[in-house]
């Protein structure tokens, strides 16, 4: 053999591997190699988190062999929706972005992307939206996409000579992988079904599958199921007999906290003293309350409702609520928000946003330069608010439910100012995994402490306005948070799987002079103060300490009705 052609076969086997790489690909062999990569590359979650299974005491290594082909057959069965030969590369190379983020988001917080999370996300605005993003979610991005776009990008996609063919390697490639599907159920299924019953979280682990499946549950459901019909609960609201007996008309505060949770909250018996203006000002502090839900998108509208949690989320009718039925009673009732909005709580009552107030000086002092304040701005300019109110109502009473951005993560150090930041040293970052155990709590118990701030500034200012209305403040937050147990960061896990600290919260009530006209006993109230609540009681609670009524009231349900003096 001649020297040319040996140098000339050589150089054609150090191609070869490229040649390899780059050769033509029919869209079914994409799919079964997107597959398997999304399975090795994007599953990370699930993988790390089965050493540590529930009421599992099998081989680790055997679980995985058992879950892999289950996973790689169901990523399959998805992708082959896509095996077409034509304008599929735009949508595989998103499913491979969405991928890397789902699995940024679910390593470095411990969150799923279910349905309720989807939501959460489609109802969150900027704000809160940009606090998410860091370099090291680029850098996933980068190095779990980054590879297959790659090779996708200039990748040659064969057709097949005919639609009926392409369409029969569509439908097989299909076929196997349901039939892959059901004998990995078949055969795994005694071992499996045990782990899986114990271990719900599973159900939302496999990556894309889930986040694939639950925006499409999102976005199909309101086209699918009929519009729920609207029934209104505020015909027979009436305002009490206190009204008439010549008093200064009720001024009610209700702040609608976020992401506080009851385990870090100083009243309660934290060992930290994170709430010591509300304890100088002996306000009531419930210990036992749970929440409707762990996202505010779930909380929040359920919160306000009469039907409590159960009935809530089994309605098969749309309802008004809590600030619809002050409403109707006749009284003043604003909606003011330092967040994303009310969740359909306050469409028909008036609302305010401290964004409107950006260019005033408390703006100024108060909010950044991309517009997100601090709740401090609640207070600002009430007194204006209050008197643009509609002047009858507001001479029967006034109703304001404060919004609060909270302790809303993971950018915990923005919710907190360089007084209220006594633990130190703090996590300055959103990456929350990258910081220490003790950075990650200093910095949230320092949002709990600016919150503290908030709500003392709030009842102080109930006071001064004495001279002219009986005020009161309610405080509780739509839900708790994770900080990092389990390694699990920030909230919104599903209901059934998420650990306590997303559901306890805390609950604080200042009465004033609204106690005395709905004759409370606060000595009676603080024996009181660890039973069982829930967000169940709002509704109720709310009637009964500002004596409107209404059909839907529940007296058992009203937290203070117990010591309701001469009732």
Same mark, same amino acid.
């Given at each position: 053999?001649?020297?040319?052609?040996?140098?000339?076969?050589?150089?054609? +086997?150090?191609?070869?591997?490229?040649?390899?790489?780059?050769?033509?690909?029919?869209? !079914?062999?994409?799919?079964?190699?997107?597959?398997?990569?999304?399975?090795?590359?994007?599953?990370?979650?699930?993988?790390?988190?089965?050493?540590?299974?529930?009421?599992?005491?099998?081989?680790?290594?055997?679980?995985?062999?058992?879950?892999?082909?289950?996973?790689?057959? =169901?990523?399959?069965?998805?992708?082959?929706?896509?095996?077409?030969?034509?304008?599929?590369?735009?949508?595989?190379?998103? +499913?491979?972005?969405?991928?890397? =983020?789902?699995?940024?988001? &679910?390593?470095?917080?411990?969150?799923?992307?279910?349905?309720?999370?989807?939501?959460?996300?489609?109802?969150?605005?900027?704000?809160?939206?940009?606090?998410?993003?860091?370099?090291?979610?680029?850098?996933?991005?980068?190095?779990?996409?980054?590879?297959?776009?790659?090779?996708?990008?200039?990748?040659?996609?064969?057709?097949?000579?005919? !639609?009926?063919?392409?369409?029969?390697?569509?439908?097989?490639?299909?076929?196997?992988?349901?039939?892959?599907?059901?004998?990995?159920?078949?055969?795994?299924?005694?071992?499996?079904?045990?782990?899986?019953?114990?271990?719900?979280?599973?159900?939302?682990?496999?990556?894309?599958?889930?986040?694939?499946?639950?925006?499409?549950?999102?976005?199909?459901?309101?086209?699918?199921?009929?519009?729920?019909?609207?029934?209104?609960?505020?015909?027979?609201?009436?305002?009490?007999?206190?009204?008439?007996?010549?008093?200064?008309?009720?001024?009610?505060?209700?702040?609608?906290?976020?992401?506080?949770?009851?385990?870090?909250?100083?009243?309660?018996?934290?060992?930290? /003293?994170?709430?010591?203006?509300?304890?100088?000002?002996?306000? +009531?502090?419930?210990?036992?309350?749970?929440?409707?839900?762990?996202?505010?998108?779930?909380?929040?509208?359920?919160?306000?409702?009469?039907?409590?949690?159960?009935?809530?989320?089994?309605?098969?009718?749309?309802?008004?609520?809590?600030?619809?039925?002050?409403?109707?009673?006749?009284?003043?009732?604003?909606?003011?928000?330092?967040?994303?909005?009310?969740?359909?709580?306050? /469409?028909?009552?008036?609302?305010?946003?401290?964004? /409107?107030?950006?260019?005033?000086?408390?703006?100024?002092?108060?909010?950044?330069?991309?517009?997100?304040?601090?709740?401090?701005?609640?207070?600002?300019?009430?007194?204006?608010?209050?008197?643009?109110?509609?002047?009858?109502?507001?001479?029967?009473?006034?109703?304001?439910?404060?919004?609060?951005?909270?302790?809303?993560?993971?950018?915990?150090?923005?919710?907190?100012?360089?007084?209220?930041?006594?633990?130190?040293?703090?996590?300055?970052?959103?990456?929350?995994?990258?910081?220490?155990?003790?950075?990650?709590?200093?910095?949230?118990?320092?949002?709990?402490?600016?919150?503290?701030?908030?709500?003392? !500034?709030?009842?102080?200012?109930?006071?001064?306005?004495?001279?002219?209305?009986?005020?009161?403040?309610?405080?509780?937050?739509?839900?708790?948070?994770?900080?990092?147990?389990?390694?699990?960061?920030?909230?919104?896990?599903?209901?059934?799987?998420?650990?306590?600290?997303?559901?306890?919260?805390?609950?604080?009530?200042?009465?004033?002079?609204?106690?005395?006209?709905?004759?409370?006993?606060?000595? =009676? &109230?603080?024996?009181?103060?660890?039973?069982?609540?829930?967000? /169940?009681?709002?509704?109720?609670?709310?009637?009964?300490?500002?004596?409107?009524?209404?059909?839907?009231?529940?007296?058992?349900?009203?937290?203070?009705?117990?010591?309701?003096?001469?009732?």
């Amino acid at each position: 053999m001649s020297l040319p052609h040996v140098q000339a076969s050589g150089a054609a +086997l150090a191609f070869y591997p490229a040649r390899l790489w780059r050769a033509p690909r029919s869209p !079914q062999a994409v799919v079964l190699v997107l597959s398997l990569w999304l399975l090795l590359t994007c599953n990370w979650p699930l993988w790390l988190r089965l050493p540590h299974l529930d009421g599992y005491h099998g081989s680790t290594a055997m679980l995985v062999l058992r879950l892999a082909p289950l996973g790689f057959s =169901c990523i399959l069965l998805l992708l082959s929706l896509t095996a077409w030969p034509r304008g599929m590369k735009p949508l595989w190379l998103l +499913l491979l972005v969405i991928a890397a =983020c789902t699995q940024y988001f &679910m390593l470095a917080y411990g969150t799923v992307m279910d349905r309720g999370m989807i939501g959460n996300m489609l109802q969150t605005d900027l704000r809160e939206s940009r606090d998410l993003f860091n370099p090291a979610l680029l850098l996933q991005v980068l190095l779990f996409a980054g590879p297959p776009v790659l090779w996708l990008w200039p990748l040659q996609i064969t057709r097949a000579r005919t !639609q009926t063919r392409n369409l029969a390697r569509t439908l097989g490639l299909a076929a196997g992988a349901a039939a892959l599907l059901a004998a990995s159920i078949f055969i795994s299924y005694s071992e499996l079904a045990p782990v899986v019953r114990n271990n719900l979280w599973l159900r939302h682990m496999l990556n894309p599958v889930n986040p694939v499946l639950a925006a499409m549950d999102t976005a199909l459901t309101p086209l699918l199921r009929p519009r729920r019909p609207f029934v209104s609960i505020t015909g027979g609201a009436a305002l009490g007999a206190s009204y008439a007996a010549g008093n200064k008309p009720p001024l009610f505060v209700i702040v609608v906290g976020e992401t506080a949770r009851a385990a870090n909250w100083g009243l309660n018996g934290y060992e930290r /003293d994170t709430t010591p203006e509300l304890a100088r000002r002996q306000v +009531l502090s419930w210990s036992q309350v749970s929440s409707c839900g762990t996202s505010t998108r779930e909380s929040v509208p359920c919160m306000f409702s009469s039907l409590g949690k159960d009935g809530f989320y089994s309605a098969r009718a749309e309802h008004d609520n809590l600030v619809d039925v002050l409403q109707a009673a006749g009284l003043a009732v604003l909606w003011l928000d330092n967040q994303a909005g009310c969740k359909g709580v306050c /469409d028909r009552i008036p609302f305010a946003d401290t964004a /409107d107030r950006l260019q005033t000086a408390d703006g100024k002092a108060l909010c950044s330069a991309d517009g997100e304040c601090l709740d401090q701005m609640l207070l600002s300019g009430l007194d204006q608010r209050i008197a643009a109110l509609d002047p009858v109502r507001r001479a029967r009473g006034v109703v304001l439910i404060l919004h609060q951005m909270g302790s809303h993560g993971p950018a915990y150090y923005k919710r907190s100012t360089p007084e209220t930041k006594v633990f130190q040293p703090e996590c300055r970052t959103n990456a929350l995994a990258s910081c220490s155990r003790e950075q990650v709590v200093n910095v949230y118990d320092n949002s709990i402490r600016y919150n503290d701030l908030f709500l003392s !500034q709030t009842i102080d200012w109930l006071a001064r306005q004495q001279s002219r209305y009986q005020a009161g403040m309610l405080y509780v937050s739509d839900h708790g948070e994770s900080l990092g147990e389990m390694g699990i960061y920030l909230h919104g896990l599903p209901y059934a799987m998420a650990p306590a600290e997303q559901k306890h919260v805390p609950m604080v009530a200042w009465l004033g002079e609204l106690g005395q006209r709905s004759r409370i006993s606060e000595p =009676c &109230m603080r024996e009181r103060l660890d039973m069982p609540l829930s967000h /169940d009681n709002l509704f109720h609670s709310v009637l009964g300490l500002l004596d409107v009524q209404s059909p839907s009231y529940q007296r058992p349900l009203d937290a203070f009705s117990t010591c309701r003096q001469g009732s």
